[in-house]
């Protein structure tokens, strides 16, 4: 058993997760403490600004590591956890550009960096090589979803409703599929923070007080992405907002509620058996609006992972923890189903602290 720390900083772009996981890197998981900093408005802003990879890229790397390292000590402080009783951090970074099908990705944040500030080995760089090869580079916290759910009924789809949505099916012989299914909060939030409502629709609130428009619902699901067969994943942006759609607040949150969630009954068709339960994490499980929706729309019952006694905040957070210590045993992070690599992939990066 190693012990890691798993830091992310999601599409959502609502702060730092980071979580601390006892693990062998393979069947045996168990769950440590966890922390999450949110962003102030001024660094949300900062991020929005330099996705696409325009603007100040190096300097806002350069603040996103060191508030990651604020966090990495925060969390052991309070613990009262010193540094040699953790064996290395999983930084994802924070992704401003995912275009694989030209293999590219990009995660800002500076792994080196990182350890120097902890005093902490640091693997970072997870997705490049899998896009290099070929894979999607996403999603990558399946073969966590795999070992947390060992000993679930399957067939079993776990749902991650962030900025973006993606789905981990695991079947009953373990087999695994996995793929972004469509937008996830980032429309909602972007049109709640479009018009001038804050950064969120906070609880479905907004959404469960209008009406969807079904003649946009219906053409923002005829995007070609839907009938793509996965392996396959998305950018942050690569749904844009209608232009003037004439909504109230309310009917464009109701709308774009109703897209995310009739993304995900489209990602069923391409499941290889219906899963006997859907099991949600990431801030969407927050919104009840949508909780309703999916409810409406997935065949099988729908639960927030808090159910099977999971985190749903820090999920993606462990997910890495756990990849971080598959790579020092050099064991593979994406597999053919999870992000159509050729073949098993290893990743990542490995940043040494130099005292």
Same mark, same amino acid.
């Given at each position: 058993?190693?012990?890691?720390?798993?830091? @992310?900083?999601?599409?959502?772009?609502?702060?730092?997760?980071?979580?601390?996981?006892?693990?062998?890197?393979?069947?045996?998981?168990?769950?440590?403490?966890?922390?999450?900093?949110?962003?102030?408005?001024? @660094?949300?802003?900062?991020?929005?600004?330099?996705?696409?990879?325009?603007?100040?890229?190096?300097?806002?790397?350069? $603040?996103?590591?060191?508030?990651?390292?604020?966090?990495?000590?925060?969390?052991?402080?309070?613990?009262?956890?010193?540094?040699?009783?953790?064996?290395?951090?999983? /930084?994802?970074?924070?992704?401003?550009?995912? #275009?694989? =099908?030209?293999?590219?990705?990009?995660?800002?944040?500076?792994?080196?960096?990182?350890?120097?500030?902890?005093?902490?080995?640091?693997?970072?760089?997870?997705?490049?090589? *899998?896009?290099?090869?070929?894979?999607?580079?996403?999603?990558?916290?399946?073969?966590?979803?795999?070992?947390?759910?060992?000993?679930?009924?399957?067939?079993?789809?776990?749902?991650?409703?962030?900025?973006?949505?993606?789905?981990?099916?695991?079947?009953?012989?373990?087999?695994?599929?996995? &793929?972004?299914?469509?937008?996830?909060?980032?429309?909602? *939030? *972007?049109?709640?923070?479009?018009?001038?409502?804050?950064? $969120?629709?906070?609880?479905? #609130?907004?959404?469960?007080?209008?009406?969807?428009?079904?003649?946009?619902?219906?053409?923002?699901?005829?995007?070609?992405? /839907?009938?793509?067969?996965?392996?396959?994943?998305? *950018?942050?942006?690569?749904?844009?907002?209608?232009?003037?759609?004439?909504?109230?607040?309310?009917?464009?949150?109701?709308?774009?509620?109703? &897209?995310?969630?009739?993304? +995900?009954?489209?990602?069923?068709?391409?499941?290889?058996?219906?899963?006997?339960?859907?099991?949600?994490?990431?801030?969407?499980?927050?919104?009840?609006?949508? $909780?309703?929706?999916?409810?409406? +729309?997935?065949?099988?019952?729908?639960?927030?992972? =808090?159910?099977?006694?999971?985190?749903?905040?820090?999920? =993606?957070?462990?997910? /890495?923890?756990?990849?971080?210590?598959?790579?020092?045993?050099?064991?593979?992070?994406?597999?053919?189903?999870?992000?159509?690599?050729?073949?098993?992939?290893?990743?990542?990066?490995?940043?040494?602290?130099?005292?």
């Amino acid at each position: 058993m190693r012990t890691a720390i798993g830091l @992310m900083s999601g599409t959502s772009m609502d702060g730092i997760d980071a979580a601390i996981l006892y693990s062998d890197g393979r069947s045996r998981v168990e769950q440590g403490p966890s922390l999450a900093m949110p962003y102030d408005d001024g @660094m949300k802003a900062r991020l929005r600004a330099i996705l696409g990879g325009q603007g100040e890229v190096a300097a806002v790397a350069d $603040m996103l590591t060191r508030a990651h390292a604020t966090v990495v000590n925060r969390l052991l402080m309070i613990n009262n956890i010193t540094i040699d009783k953790i064996n290395v951090i999983g /930084f994802h970074g924070h992704t401003i550009i995912h #275009q694989p =099908e030209v293999r590219r990705t990009w995660q800002i944040g500076d792994g080196a960096l990182l350890a120097a500030l902890t005093g902490i080995a640091v693997v970072d760089d997870f997705r490049t090589a *899998d896009v290099a090869a070929g894979g999607q580079g996403a999603p990558l916290a399946s073969l966590y979803h795999g070992a947390l759910a060992a000993a679930l009924p399957k067939p079993l789809a776990i749902l991650n409703i962030g900025g973006v949505a993606n789905v981990t099916w695991i079947g009953p012989d373990d087999q695994m599929l996995a &793929f972004d299914t469509g937008p996830g909060n980032a429309p909602i *939030d *972007d049109w709640v923070r479009q018009c001038g409502r804050g950064e $969120m629709d906070r609880d479905g #609130q907004l959404a469960a007080a209008g009406k969807v428009d079904h003649d946009v619902l219906a053409a923002l699901l005829a995007n070609a992405y /839907f009938d793509l067969v996965p392996p396959k994943s998305l *950018d942050r942006d690569d749904f844009a907002l209608p232009s003037a759609p004439g909504w109230s607040v309310e009917d464009g949150a109701a709308t774009l509620t109703a &897209f995310t969630a009739q993304a +995900v009954a489209r990602a069923g068709r391409h499941l290889p058996e219906a899963p006997r339960q859907w099991l949600v994490c990431g801030g969407g499980r927050h919104n009840a609006a949508l $909780m309703t929706v999916l409810a409406e +729309v997935l065949d099988g019952p729908v639960a927030p992972v =808090e159910m099977v006694g999971w985190r749903g905040d820090f999920l =993606e957070a462990e997910a /890495f923890a756990y990849l971080a210590i598959r790579h020092l045993d050099g064991l593979p992070l994406s597999l053919p189903g999870t992000t159509g690599v050729p073949h098993p992939m290893a990743g990542g990066r490995l940043n040494r602290h130099l005292a």
